[in-house]
């Protein structure tokens, strides 16, 4: 790549500042001085000596007061070392951006329904851009599938659900809570069973709520199923039963009711990243910190 970033000067040329020169000022800056900015560059102390030199010969200025016992930047060098900064760090950003990385191989990943939605797409585009040579394979299933399927080995990592406490907090990608929801005109005789849509058993969603349910006592029956979350949507939203699932799928129509008809709280939980016992390869760790980081963006 080439090594230099034009620098515009104030009588209105333009300048090439070799950023390797650059580099050397930030380094001496950092650190106090020309033997450790050697060492963080892997350079030797004669090296930097010259580089500054250079780069004090191009700028037409003194960037550093050096003592036998100190040495600390002029007003010059302290304006010159806040414009290097910011060049350096677009420059990174640039190679970042465009770097095409030497990592192939194949990422079995799952993931539910749920859990990035529509922003799923746009993270799978973006992690093929950055690794061209890495082919995706994507499982979309519910948290226990998923689970079962990492246990086997089939899948290299996926999201999954957990119920909160007792988790590695460097594996929570997003935290929620569960909450029983309705639709807005929802009604309920009380002196009838409480209607629920659950999917079939085994369910996280399911075993949730009947587990909070048979602990407050109340009466209760499965009035819909299916195992499609669309479907139990549908049931919801159109009246014919309450559902418990997390805060964050409530849709347009819904409306949390927790605490009416004596229904009891639900639990919290959060989505986590779980691997395959074996090992993770080097295309899949690039695969997990790219959705650590979207999801970081996404709950900030």
Known sequence: MYNSFIF??????????????????VAVADTGGFTRAAERLHLSQSAISHQIRRLEEQAGAALLLRTTRSLRLTEDGEDFLRHARQILAAQDALSRRFQRSSIA??????????FMGARLPALLAQFAHLFPAVRLDVTVGTYLDLQKLVAVDALDLAVVMALTGGQDDAAVL???????????????DGALPLPLAFSPAPCMHRQVGVN?????????????????????????????????????????????IDGQHGLPALPAAQFQLVWRAAGSTAAAEAFGQLLREWSAGAAA
């Open 8 to 25: 515009i000067m104030n009588h209105g040329s333009f300048m090439d500042f070799d950023t390797a020169l650059l580099r050397a000022l």
């Open 174 to 188: 997003r935290r929620t809570r569960f909450v029983w929801a309705a639709a807005h005109d929802f009604r309920h």
């Open 105 to 114: 191989g194949a990422v079995r990943f799952g993931v539910p329904e749920n």
């Open 212 to 256: 909070a349910l048979d602990g407050a006592g109340l009466d209760w029956r499965v009035a819909f199923t299916s195992p499609s979350q669309q479907g139990l949507r549908a049931a919801v939203l159109a009246g014919l039963a309450i559902t418990a699932l997390p805060k964050g799928d409530l849709e347009p129509g819904m409306v949390v």
